[in-house]
C-alpha cells in the first residue's frame, strides 16, 4: 500500500466554502469508491478562518487544501483513475508519493469517520535548503527537530510524510508535507500553540526553542504553511 497525497487549488471564481463542501464530498466518495483503503482531505474553509495570521504563502496561487489517499500502487496506471477524479473537481492539483511517520498519533481527539476532526491541521510543504544535502536535512528534521516539535508545542497529531517523488508535472518541488492538529485555542492564541497558557517564561523558551530548531533546516521564504480543517472520510484499516 502506498500514501499519495493530492495538493489541491481552488479556482479563485469559486467560493471558498463551495469549493470545500465539493472535495469533502464529492471528491472523497470518487476515490471511496475507486478502491482507496483510506481517504483524507484537508481544507481551508470557514472554520479556520481566525488562523489566518498563521498563514504563509511562497507558492503562487496559494494551496488550499489536501486529499490524502492509501491505495495499492501509485504507478501511473493504476492511480489513472484517482488523478481523473482530482482534476474533476479542482482547477489545479499536484500529485506526490510519500513516505508516512506519525509521531504523534491523535488520541486526544480521535478522528470519526466523516466529520470535522477537533481544533485545526496545519500543514506544512517544506523545500530541503541548498545548503544542506538530503540526508543531512532528514537527520536534523526527524533525529533533532522531531523532540523539540513535540515538547514545545500542544501538537496532538503530528505526521511527517516526507517525498519519495512527485507524481504529476510540473509539481512544486517539495520534500516534505508535514501535519500537526492543534487545539482550536491555537488559531489565535500562541501561549495555547506553544503550550505555554499563562506562562510567559515556558511561552518564551518555546518559541526560542522552536524557532531555533526550525531554522537549521528550513528556509523561511521557502515554506508554505496552511491551516486546514481535517477530515478522516476512511481511516486504514477502519
Not at 510524510?161 to 485555542?185: K, M, Q, S, W
Not at 491555537?186 to 503550550?195: E, L, S
Request: net charge negative.
Amino acid at each position: 500500500m502506498e500514501k499519495v497525497i493530492y495538493v489541491l487549488w481552488r479556482d479563485a471564481q469559486t467560493p471558498p466554502d463551495r469549493w470545500s463542501r465539493t472535495v469533502r464530498a464529492q471528491l472523497a466518495d470518487k476515490l471511496l469508491s475507486l478502491g482507496a483503503h483510506g481517504v483524507q482531505i484537508n481544507v481551508a474553509d470557514a472554520d479556520v478562518e481566525p488562523a489566518a495570521a498563521l498563514r504563509q504563502v511562497n507558492t503562487r496561487p496559494g494551496i488550499e487544501g489536501t486529499a490524502s489517499v492509501w491505495i495499492d500502487s501509485a504507478n501511473a496506471m493504476f492511480r489513472q483513475s484517482f488523478d481523473d477524479a482530482v482534476r474533476a473537481v479542482v482547477p489545479h492539483m499536484a500529485a506526490y508519493l510519500v513516505s508516512e511517520s506519525q509521531p504523534v498519533c491523535n488520541t486526544r481527539f480521535p478522528a470519526k469517520a466523516g466529520e470535522r476532526t477537533a481544533g485545526f491541521a496545519q500543514l506544512a510543504f517544506l523545500q530541503r535548503p541548498p545548503r544542506l544535502t538530503h540526508e543531512t536535512w532528514l537527520d536534523v528534521w526527524q533525529n533533532h527537530h522531531t523532540k523539540v516539535a513535540i515538547e514545545t508545542q500542544d501538537n496532538f497529531a503530528y505526521v511527517q510524510n516526507v517525498v519519495v517523488r512527485a507524481l504529476t508535472h510540473a509539481a512544486p518541488g517539495y520534500d516534505a508535507i508535514v501535519e500537526e492538529c492543534f487545539p482550536a485555542a491555537a488559531m489565535t492564541d500562541p501561549h495555547a500553540f506553544f503550550d505555554a497558557v499563562g506562562d510567559e517564561a515556558k511561552f518564551q523558551r518555546n518559541v526560542e526553542r522552536m524557532m531555533e530548531s526550525c531554522a537549521r533546516f528550513i528556509d523561511f521564504d521557502r515554506i508554505d504553511v496552511l491551516p486546514t480543517s481535517q477530515f478522516v472520510v476512511k481511516a486504514v484499516g477502519g
